[in-house]
């Protein structure tokens, strides 16, 4: 079939909805035909989300844009596949994908080893204790399944032997590194594996160590007062639908507030954001819009104007920004899929001590404090090996360290001499060996004196240690381990569904299949977004999230929860099967909920009693008072609409 010109330049829905999502694109103007073919759509689309009782963040996904997309080149002729297609063979087509990507990651842990990364959950309320299992290596990470732990989570010789099948099915030579995290019954297990297993090491989750540096970080005294009165902010603008479609059009953002991975990544960025966009802010409580509305008359809309408009509170918020962004920074490193942080983890953290410093420098009571919450919690980290050996075999970073620091530098290199000892076994020449070739990159002999920044310390190896051929081996297998035990999903309903609720086998099993794709393929698509937006992409952000109540209002965030989505697709395999008393199971960071994990009850601020909310029953007319209504069959939108685009139903805030 001879292939069209217009063929020739057409661009996949892919491709279509990058440049789409690009900072720099434009709506082009719609002609009135076509702002009559949009409203039909938006009003359609309104519908769907809300009979099928589906979350208006699904249409932030980026699949979903590109669905959407691909039905549009598709025709007015396209047909859907059928329930029977999806769940038969279109769904077998997926899992041979997921086969065949996995065989290339098998390919690079047999060449280079991997890290074995163990999630763990602890319900707050029930004795459930879940792990997830995912392998990190330089192809990236891979999902390999969860665990129910419950039997298991008081002993931990019992918890050894769970993470050990996973292992043995891995391969024992392949895993060289466990990444669990914090918890003390792990960390037991993990010592009894590393008895089992001599060339194991084990290091807790890096991620979770720096998530819980912004936590203490948070609570200080200097900051916990802007950090409630930023809430109350946020909590007002979530109350009111027409005035929080104003401020993000003002803002040029979906939400005021920023979703993340947790509850204190959610609170820095979002301190952040409001600060870039404070003027934004002050103009909505100081236009005309503003005086004549009825909020304005509120108490609460008084106190929350003259937060907004306070020299002080944005201070206190640049200063909360000036302690967290550093450790933002180093946080979104060890998240990252495409590339293993672990060469990087000492030098980020140090950079991030250094960064806080020059911050504070004109008021050292305040950095005393925060750099002893960073050290304190860090402390732990600092004395794996592995760590050093990691930066020790960085070029990029390893010989500034030796030109600037030449104690810390052979420091690091007593840590590799320790590390190779403990992964060559009764072998003494390869040690010579490896210890020889590592003096010559020591001392930048031969292709050894070849610093590139542009590469990773992975390719760097690949391109100048084929002169050292052992010492490479070593390295490839050190620098491409990964230091965080997080997945890219924080949410456990699905693994919560499959080990607590009574199916059949056969029910169970299609139930973990689609985990399995599902969690593979979220791998996969992070991985590609990190590559094609490269530092535009921001790995904390989530696109699919529930909304932190504590930053949106309790209502607001019930009417926002992604937990009935697995319930609903439980429902769907087991035919309505099960009986469950609590469908709604609040997922929390691990540590919460048990006295073995790592301290994270209790709110982050104190409730100030003093701030009484006298807007709730008063009526949002912010903004222009002749919107289009819901009758009106020529748009078809309703003038509340929220973020995205979807209405909000003022009477549900």
């Known amino acids: 079939m001879k292939q069209t010109t217009l063929g020739t330049f057409c661009k996949t829905p892919e491709e279509v909805v990058r440049e789409r999502r690009a900072p720099s694109f434009v709506q082009p103007e719609l002609s009135e035909e076509k702002k009559k073919l949009h409203a039909q759509f938006t009003k359609l689309m309104t519908k769907f989300l809300q009979e099928n009782d589906l979350p208006p963040s699904v249409i932030d996904n980026m699949n979903f844009d590109i669905m959407m997309e691909a039905i549009r080149q598709c025709g007015p002729n396209y047909v859907f596949p059928s329930q029977e297609e999806l769940n038969g063979p279109l769904f077998e087509k997926e899992m041979n994908w997921v086969a065949e990507r996995r065989q290339k990651h098998e390919k690079a842990w047999e060449w280079h080893g991997c890290t074995l990364m163990v999630d763990s959950w602890i319900h707050p309320r029930r004795n459930l204790h879940l792990l997830r299992f995912m392998v990190g290596s330089v192809e990236g990470i891979f999902f390999l399944g969860s665990a129910d732990a419950t039997y298991a989570s008081d002993h931990p010789d019992l918890l050894a032997g769970l993470i050990e099948e996973r292992i043995q099915g891995i391969g024992r030579d392949k895993v060289v590194h466990v990444v669990t995290d914090n918890s003390?019954?792990?960390?037991?297990?993990?010592?009894i594996l590393m008895d089992r297993i001599p060339m194991l090491f084990w290091t807790p989750c890096a991620f979770q160590c720096l998530d819980l540096m912004l936590k203490d970080?948070?609570?200080?005294?200097?900051?916990?007062?802007?950090?409630?009165?930023?809430?109350?902010?946020?909590?007002?603008?979530?109350?009111?639908?027409?005035?929080?479609?104003?401020?993000?059009?003002?803002?040029?953002?979906?939400?005021?507030?920023?979703?993340?991975?947790?509850?204190?990544?959610?609170?820095?960025?979002?301190?952040?954001?409001?600060?870039?966009?404070?003027?934004?802010?002050?103009?909505?409580?100081?236009?005309?819009?503003?005086?004549?509305?009825?909020?304005?008359?509120?108490?609460?809309?008084?106190?929350?104007?003259?937060?907004?408009?306070?020299?002080?509170?944005?201070?206190?918020?640049?200063?909360?920004?000036?302690?967290?962004?550093?450790?933002?920074?180093?946080?979104?490193?060890?998240?990252?899929?495409?590339?293993?942080?672990?060469?990087?983890?000492?030098?980020?953290?140090?950079?991030?001590?250094?960064?806080?410093?020059?911050?504070?420098?004109?008021?050292?009571?305040?950095?005393?404090?925060?750099?002893?919450?960073?050290?304190?919690?860090?402390?732990?980290?600092?004395?794996?090996?592995?760590?050093?050996?990691?930066?020790?075999?960085?070029?990029?970073?390893?010989?500034?360290?030796?030109?600037?620091?030449?104690?810390?530098?052979?420091?690091?290199?007593?840590?590799?001499?320790?590390?190779?000892?403990?992964?060559?076994?009764?072998?003494?020449?390869?040690?010579?060996?490896?210890?020889?070739?590592?003096?010559?990159?020591?001392?930048t002999e031969t292709s050894f004196g070849k610093k590139l920044p542009t590469l990773s310390p992975y390719d760097w190896w690949s391109a100048y240690g084929g002169s050292a051929r052992e010492l490479k081996s070593f390295a490839w297998r050190i620098v491409g381990l990964y230091c965080s035990a997080s997945g890219y999903d924080r949410n456990w309903t699905m693994f919560d569904c499959i080990h607590t609720i009574t199916m059949k086998p056969s029910d169970r099993k299609r139930l973990e299949d689609r985990a399995y794709l599902r969690h593979n393929h979220m791998m996969a698509d992070r991985s590609e977004r990190q590559?094609?937006?490269?530092?535009n992409y921001e790995p904390l952000i989530l696109e699919g999230y529930e909304f932190d109540h504590e930053w949106v209002g309790l209502h607001t965030a019930q009417l926002y929860n992604r937990d009935r989505l697995a319930w609903q697709l439980v429902e769907?395999?087991?035919?309505?099967?099960?009986?469950?008393?609590?469908?709604?199971?609040?997922?929390?960071?691990?540590?919460?909920?048990?006295?073995?994990?790592?301290?994270?009850?209790?709110?982050?601020?104190?409730?100030?009693?003093?701030?009484?909310?006298?807007?709730?029953?008063?009526?949002?007319?912010?903004?222009?008072?002749?919107?289009p209504t819901a009758s009106d069959d020529s748009d078809g939108l309703s003038g509340n609409e929220g973020p995205g685009g979807v209405p909000y139903d003022s009477g549900d805030f």
Not at 184 to 191: P, Q, V
């Open 184 to 191: 003390h019954n792990l960390k037991e297990a993990c010592k």
């Open 217 to 443: 970080i948070g609570r200080l005294e200097q900051f916990k007062k802007h950090i409630q009165q930023a809430k109350h902010v946020t909590t007002f603008i979530y109350r009111h639908p027409r005035f929080l479609y104003a401020m993000c059009e003002k803002m040029g953002v979906k939400d005021p507030v920023a979703p993340a991975t947790t509850r204190y990544c959610t609170l820095f960025l979002t301190l952040e954001r409001m600060y870039k966009h404070r003027d934004a802010m002050k103009c909505l409580f100081t236009n005309e819009d503003w005086s004549r509305s009825k909020l304005s008359s509120t108490q609460v809309g008084r106190n929350v104007r003259e937060i907004v408009l306070s020299t002080t509170f944005w201070n206190g918020v640049e200063d909360c920004i000036k302690a967290s962004e550093p450790l933002l920074a180093l946080l979104r490193m060890v998240y990252g899929a495409e590339r293993p942080a672990m060469p990087e983890v000492f030098a980020g953290l140090y950079l991030a001590k250094k960064k806080i410093s020059n911050s504070f420098a004109s008021n050292p009571g305040l950095l005393k404090q925060v750099i002893d919450i960073v050290e304190l919690r860090w402390s732990d980290q600092m004395e794996q090996k592995l760590y050093g050996a990691a930066l020790f075999l960085n070029p990029n970073k390893f010989f500034d360290i030796k030109e600037n620091d030449p104690a810390y530098a052979s420091s690091l290199r007593s840590m590799f001499n320790d590390v190779i000892e403990k992964m060559v076994v009764d072998d003494d020449e390869l040690i010579t060996k490896v210890s020889g070739q590592a003096n010559q990159y020591d001392s």
């Open 531 to 535: 590559q094609t937006e490269g530092s």
């Open 572 to 627: 769907d395999v087991t035919g309505g099967s099960f009986t469950l008393e609590d469908h709604h199971r609040p997922r929390i960071y691990p540590g919460q909920g048990s006295s073995d994990m790592t301290d994270e009850t209790g709110s982050d601020t104190e409730d100030d009693d003093t701030f009484v909310v006298d807007d709730e029953d008063v009526e949002d007319d912010y903004g222009p008072q002749d919107p």
